[in-house]
């Protein structure tokens, strides 16, 4: 596993002066050595061996300067080896014949595709995240991974599907998290997996949350229905389960004042009754007996 090494570059106005004063004595000594030359053989020996060389170092000089934004970073590798990575910001100077390939340590935005995978129970879902990441290490993300952004990209891709694999989209045991009712510890269980897996490639993972959660659409119909069908029954659950209390605390509170006596056929008669009009959908509309009771 590689590690980054801080690296300190010179400043690049200093040497900048020191260079330019170089090129420019450079240029002169060309110009002065065309004219003042004694013979054509000796001008022209001069030239090629002193002045000309010098030329060029100064200008190879003047390629060592480079420029670094807040929040980026340069490694600086000589002929493959790798010597450090410059994070200050500002403008610099170093060895010309570094190489100094840019990092940004910026944090990033990656959303990943809607994957179409089967959660827990074989249902087939569509799924997708956004990760929020940054490098943190500059030497692991160069030299460990291929291409670091693709690599976290793959990553993310293969840690969505182990979630969907994991959890169920909607219907669990009881106290079972699920990809819908559980979304922030669901949430904090794929931030933690990319943590892991993209570790090696010196990528902190800030955050990461679902953005898209869905049944498949070749079963989205069949499942919505599912949905409003247990939604109807709890519904009429609920309701039963009140109008049997109301029911009951009516004839309690009938043989409690002894308001009227009923036998158990015109006890059943009055739950009856009472049933159809607190659980059914429409409004019921009452006949009054104005004859006995029994009549």
């Given at each position: 596993m590689s590690?980054?090494?801080?690296?300190?570059?010179?400043?690049g106005w200093s040497m900048l002066g020191v260079n330019l004063a170089a090129l420019l004595a450079s240029i002169a000594a060309f110009v002065g050595t065309c004219i003042l030359g004694k013979t054509v053989a000796q001008g022209f020996l001069l030239l090629l061996i002193v002045v000309i060389p010098a030329i060029v170092v100064s200008i190879i000089l003047l390629c060592g300067?480079?420029?670094?934004?807040?929040?980026?970073?340069?490694?600086?590798?000589?002929?493959?080896?790798?010597h450090g990575t410059v994070r200050d910001s500002g403008f610099f100077w170093a060895n010309p014949f570094y190489s100094k390939p840019r990092i940004s340590l910026r944090s990033r935005n990656m959303e990943t595709q809607k994957l179409k995978v089967n959660d827990k129970r074989g249902n087939p879902i569509e799924i997708a995240a956004v990760v929020v990441w940054r490098v943190e290490d500059t030497a692991q993300a160069l030299f460990?991974?291929?291409?670091?952004?693709?690599?976290?990209?793959?990553?993310?891709?293969?840690?969505?599907?182990?979630?969907?694999?994991?959890?169920?989209?909607?219907?669990g045991e009881e106290g079972e998290i699920t990809l819908r009712s559980g979304m922030e510890e669901v949430s904090a269980t794929l931030q933690n997996e990319l943590k892991e897996r993209?570790?090696?490639?010196?990528?902190?993972?800030?955050?990461a949350r679902l953005t898209h959660l869905a049944y498949a659409p070749e079963i989205?119909?069949?499942?919505?229905?599912?949905?409003?069908?247990?939604?109807?029954?709890?519904?009429?659950?609920?309701?039963?389960?009140?109008?049997?209390?109301m029911v009951q605390m009516a004839l309690d509170e009938l043989a409690e004042k002894q308001v009227v006596e009923l036998d158990n056929e015109r006890k059943a008669s009055m739950v009856?009754?009472?049933?159809?009009?607190?659980?059914?959908?429409?409004?019921?509309?009452?006949?009054?007996?104005?004859?006995?009771?029994?009549?």
């Open positions: 590690i980054e090494k801080r690296l300190t570059a010179q400043s300067h480079f420029t670094l934004e807040p929040n980026e970073a340069r490694a600086m590798l000589l002929f493959g080896d790798y460990d991974v291929e291409k670091y952004e693709s690599y976290v990209h793959v990553q993310s891709e293969s840690a969505l599907r182990h979630l969907a694999n994991s959890y169920s989209y909607d219907h993209l570790g090696k490639a010196g990528v902190v993972v800030e955050e989205a119909g069949a499942m919505l229905r599912r949905q409003q069908a247990e939604a109807i029954i709890a519904a009429r659950t609920k309701i039963v389960h009140g109008a049997v209390s009856s009754n009472l049933l159809v009009v607190l659980c059914g959908e429409s409004e019921v509309t009452p006949v009054v007996n104005t004859g006995t009771l029994y009549q």
